[in-house]
């Protein structure tokens, strides 16, 4: 069977983590499989099996903490045609994708999206402690950017690979409303909305402002996929 490379950290919540993986898995002819650590449909889920990529379900760690690496190691262990994880972080409090995929003996890619340090005390505690081991692990070290490849590995190196967005496929447009509804020609599933709103208003003869007849206009960039 074709070698193949499964993704580590996709979950039911689209946001950027999410969006990179999609781009990676429908733009290689490397085949791709996914974790998901929830029974639900995960995004772009039907794009991803006709694409070619498995969708591995185990339960996610909170709820069963002692059996979660576990899981992840059957999974690498049953499928010997996987030969690198490629495990996506916004912390170093969960690292068993990594420790189970050096077990194995598979490549393990540690990717770093954040520099985002404001964790509650139990994370705060794991980050600190599996920081110093993350680094024996990873045998590929990227980060979204130099302030997110130093928070993950410190002084390691590390190859900086941006979340670049494809400007051919914006479209900017001036739009006015309170609603998606009101935007056509925008579709509130199909469309990635980037909105800054330009306010403007005009003061009272005592300087004071009612913020409740305020104006904008609301300036929208679509990413269409």
């Known amino acids: 069977m074709e070698n193949r490379v499964i993704e580590f950290g996709y979950s039911s919540n689209l946001g950027g983590v999410e969006v990179f993986i999609k781009n990676i898995i429908m733009n290689t002819s490397i085949p791709i499989d996914l974790v998901a650590t929830t029974q639900d449909k995960i995004p772009f889920e039907d794009e991803f099996v006709a694409n070619g990529s498995r969708i591995f379900r185990i339960p996610n760690r909170r709820s069963a903490p002692m059996e979660y690496k576990r899981n992840i190691e059957n999974i690498l262990r049953e499928h010997p045609e996987i030969k690198a ?14 420790e189970a995929a050096k077990k194995v003996g598979m490549q393990c890619i540690a990717h770093s999206h954040s520099s985002n340090s404001n964790f509650n005390k139990l994370t705060k505690t794991l980050h600190t402690i599996n920081k110093k081991r993350l680094n024996k692990l990873a045998d590929v070290r990227l980060a979204c950017s130099d302030a997110a490849g130093h928070f993950i590995f410190g002084n390691s190196n590390f190859e900086v690979i941006k979340n670049g967005i494809d400007t ?14 009101d935007w056509s020609p925008l579709d509130a599933v199909a469309d990635k909305v980037i909105v800054s709103s330009g306010y403007t208003f005009t003061p009272s003869e005592d300087g004071t402002v009612d913020f409740n007849n305020m104006t904008y206009t609301e300036t929208t960039l679509t990413e269409h996929y």
């Open 85 to 98: 994880a490629h495990v996506h972080l916004n912390s170093c409090s969960s690292i068993e994708a990594l």
């Open 168 to 181: 051919e496929k914006l479209v900017k447009l001036t739009l006015t409303g309170n609603n998606i509804e």
